[in-house]
């Protein structure tokens, strides 16, 4: 079955600290997402990554920064944390091609203290 | 740009319809369908691709009007398990899936 793992379910931090949050997939995808989630607001793209070492820009980057080192790993850095980072970040990864079903991580709800 | 989503929230009881709508001011190339149940990761539903198909999984059907750049998703004879938020999410020229704020769906028994 299909699994997208995140490292951390609640995650706690300071202002200004450097956070990593990192996803995994089993699934051999070529595709992975970086999206939060806020109440109102839906789904939106920070980054994605649609091979090792390749990255492209989502809606809402600034203040983010994202690594692929290898095809089953998506690592989302937050280089200084600030409070309105506070969000649920999800994480997702899918096939190769446009119209493939993404595959979601439960989340990890980051509080920016 | 995000899709619009109405409405924002429906309250049926079990066995009822509804219908979610999801809009867009670009051209789409196609509409995504997910349903995210309270604390849970968002589940894929189906994808409509060009040329106004109608797809459907279990109960829930959907259509997607691409002159209109709209897509509609209906839930027949509603039960309890389809309560839960749905989003759609659009892929235009940019190639990039944006989800809408979504719609909170609750059934009651």
């Known amino acids: 079955d299909v699994k997208v793992t995140q490292s951390s379910r609640y995650l706690v931090k300071r202002t200004g600290e450097k956070v990593f949050l990192e996803c995994v997939q089993d699934?051999?995808?070529?595709?992975m997402f970086w999206y939060r989630q806020d109440p109102g607001l839906g789904l939106r793209l920070i980054y994605f990554s649609y091979d090792v070492k390749m990255k492209e820009k989502g809606d809402i980057p600034e203040g983010y920064s994202v690594s692929r080192e290898k095809k089953e790993r998506f690592s989302l850095i937050l280089e200084s944390a600030s409070t309105n980072q506070t969000s649920m970040y999800l994480c997702?990864?899918?096939?190769?091609?446009?119209?493939?079903?993404?595959?979601f991580g439960d989340g990890t709800r980051l509080s920016i203290l | 740009q995000q899709p619009v989503q109405s409405p924002q929230a429906v309250i049926l009881r079990e066995g009822e319809d509804a219908v979610i709508n999801c809009s867009s001011s670009?051209?789409?190339?196609?509409v995504h369908w997910y349903r995210q149940k309270h604390g849970e990761a968002p589940v894929f539903l189906m994808i409509l691709l060009k040329g106004g198909e109608q797809k459907g999984h279990e109960k829930i059907s959907a259509s997607f009007n691409e002159k209109k750049q709209q897509s509609s998703l209906y839930l027949t004879a509603s039960q309890l398990s389809y309560s839960g938020t749905y989003f759609c999410g659009t892929m235009d020229s940019s190639y990039k899936l944006i989800f809408g704020s979504g719609t909170r769906l609750l059934v009651r028994p």
């Open positions: 699934m051999d995808h070529e595709n």
């Open positions: 670009k051209a789409l190339y196609s």
């Open positions: 997702a990864s899918s096939l190769t091609g446009l119209n493939q079903p993404q595959h």
